[in-house]
């Protein structure tokens, strides 16, 4: 996957690998990753993200390191305003990082999930 770096990874968190063009990235690494938007066109890119947008993320991720493994390329950043923690989708359970996988697709860093008060 260009965005998470990882050949295999738990498709339960990461999704399935699509690929095309020689481009390969996971669903879920697509849907999470920062400024990257998907069209609402059918048959467009990688299930809607463009393919230029998605090399145009990883160059960006580049530049970046994760704050839980160290490696560079994480495409993601807790969505906190202010916050500048960046990660792969692969190590957001490893690093306390909180995944919405409904809506807006948000992530969080461990420091600023959102928690849920228990009844």
């Given at each position: 996957?260009?965005?998470?770096g990882?050949?295999?990874?738990?498709?339960?968190?990461?999704?399935?690998?699509l690929?095309?063009?020689?481009?390969?990235?996971?669903?879920?690494?697509?849907?999470?990753?920062?400024?990257?938007?998907?069209?609402?066109?059918?048959?467009?890119?990688?299930?809607?993200?463009?393919?230029?947008?998605?090399?145009?993320?990883?160059?960006?991720?580049?530049?970046?390191?994760?704050?839980?493994?160290?490696?560079s390329?994480?495409?993601i950043?807790?969505?906190?305003?202010?916050?500048?923690?960046?990660?792969?989708?692969?190590?957001?359970?490893?690093?306390?990082?909180?995944?919405?996988?409904?809506?807006?697709?948000?992530?969080?860093?461990w420091?600023?999930?959102?928690?849920?008060?228990?009844?």
């Amino acid at each position: 996957c260009t965005l998470c770096g990882r050949a295999e990874a738990d498709a339960d968190i990461c999704g399935p690998k699509l690929e095309k063009r020689g481009l390969c990235a996971h669903k879920f690494c697509l849907l999470f990753a920062n400024n990257l938007f998907q069209q609402r066109l059918q048959g467009v890119g990688l299930v809607g993200f463009l393919l230029e947008d998605i090399r145009r993320t990883v160059k960006r991720a580049a530049q970046q390191r994760c704050f839980v493994c160290g490696r560079s390329g994480p495409a993601i950043t807790c969505r906190e305003t202010g916050c500048d923690r960046s990660f792969h989708l692969p190590c957001a359970v490893e690093g306390g990082c909180i995944t919405q996988f409904f809506g807006l697709y948000r992530s969080f860093c461990w420091e600023h999930r959102p928690e849920q008060a228990a009844e």
